[in-house]
């Protein structure tokens, strides 16, 4: 059996800003939601439903341990948004190496 179908994809994911928040809180450790609460001027209700997104997205686990749900960061599924701006930072490359060619050749006239 493969893995189970994810309901968000990590581009759907990572385009709200306060996700890409957590996120960034959660690369430096694990935490419960009420310390990831405290970070944002939003209620625990709304973090929670970013939290589930991202977890749906494969972005963040959870475990429980005692009362208290941890949050994990996990990393993996940023892979491919890594692959897809690779793709345009050649292609800007590209583009910014025929641009500076240009330039110079003008300059040269």
């Known amino acids: 059996m493969g893995e189970p179908a994810l309901k968000h994809d990590v581009f759907q994911a990572i385009a709200d800003p306060t996700r890409r928040k957590v996120l960034k809180l959660l690369a430096d450790q694990d935490m419960p939601i009420v310390a990831i609460s405290r970070c944002f001027p939003l209620s625990r209700t709304a973090i929670n439903k970013h939290l589930h997104i991202l977890s749906d997205a494969g972005l963040v686990s959870r475990e429980k341990i005692g009362r208290e749900t941890r949050y994990k960061l996990q990393p993996e599924p940023l892979a491919e948004v890594s692959k897809w701006l690779s793709f345009f930072e050649a292609y ?17 006239s």
Do not use: F, R
């Open 92 to 108: 800007w490359d590209e583009k910014l190496d025929l641009l500076k060619s240009y330039v110079e050749s003008d300059m040269d």
